[in-house]
């Protein structure tokens, strides 16, 4: 069985994918096209819309939104700053205090670090 592989949306409205959340990979064999596990479903997306990793996630991803992101942002995202972070376990959106090595997750519980380095 190969290792499973992660890929998260590098744009906004993406399929409607949560930016800065992990989702695993579950076919990548056609050339334009990947399909993700999205809440047990198969959501086909671009493959030039995403970022992929090899590895679980384990860290925080930063989510740094735009003037025009913010203004048009959903309800959903209203209570959260321009600048929130996505919990690696869960996909709990939150804010974070700025440089923080480590958020809590509102969502789990759980504790990680964050990863200010490669923000989307």
């Not at 509102?106 to 670090?113: A, I, T, V």
Request: proline share 6%.
């Amino acid at each position: 069985m190969a290792p499973k592989r992660w890929a998260r949306v590098r744009a906004t409205r993406a399929h409607g994918l949560r930016r800065g959340a992990w989702y695993a990979v579950v076919n990548d064999s056609k050339p334009g096209i990947v399909f993700l596990d999205v809440s047990k479903r198969n959501v086909a997306v671009d493959r030039s819309l995403l970022e992929f990793r090899e590895a679980s996630p384990d860290r925080w991803s930063v989510v740094v939104r735009t003037a025009e992101d913010v203004a048009t942002a959903r309800i959903s995202t209203a209570h959260l700053n321009p600048t929130y972070g996505v919990c690696p376990q869960c996909r709990a959106r939150a804010n974070l205090f700025a440089g923080a090595p480590r958020a809590k997750c509102p969502g789990c519980g759980g504790e990680f670090l964050v990863d200010w380095v490669n923000t989307c």
